[in-house]
Nanobody
């Protein structure tokens, strides 16, 4: 049984940092492209960032480019999202997701909610102004 569990959310002031983690079990982690999504109240779920199975290819949404860094540790079956210079607009539930992919590549076209195989339940990030 596949399990995807996020952690690391919380309440921080604008300008602060948070590091999200996501641990996946029940799957061969390095067979999967991994992604982070977020959903703010009243808004659709949107792709934030993705990383290929080796970590050699990454993608960021324009809204987070230069502030967020995605990484993975395949030995630990863990995905990370380092979030710096946080803004109130970053307030959302953040979800980790996985899709099986033989390609060592990810892009915005891969980072769509309907295309993912497995999801976590999310971790809440709240940024105060």
């Amino acid at each position: 049984q596949v399990q995807v569990v996020e952690s690391g959310g919380g309440l921080v002031q604008a300008g602060g940092s948070l590091r999200l983690s996501c641990t996946a079990s029940g799957l061969t982690f390095d067979d999967y492209m991994m992604g982070w999504f977020r959903q703010a109240p009243g808004k659709e779920r949107e792709g934030v960032s993705c990383i290929s199975w080796s970590g050699g290819s990454t993608y960021y949404a324009d809204s987070v480019k230069g502030r967020f860094t995605i990484s993975r540790d395949n030995a630990k079956n863990t995905l990370y999202l380092q979030m710096n210079s946080l803004e109130p607009e970053d307030t959302a539930m953040y979800y980790c997701a996985a899709v099986k992919s033989p390609y060592n590549y990810c892009s915005g076209s891969w980072l769509v909610p309907d295309g993912m195989d497995y999801w976590g339940k999310g971790t809440l990030v709240t940024i105060s102004s």
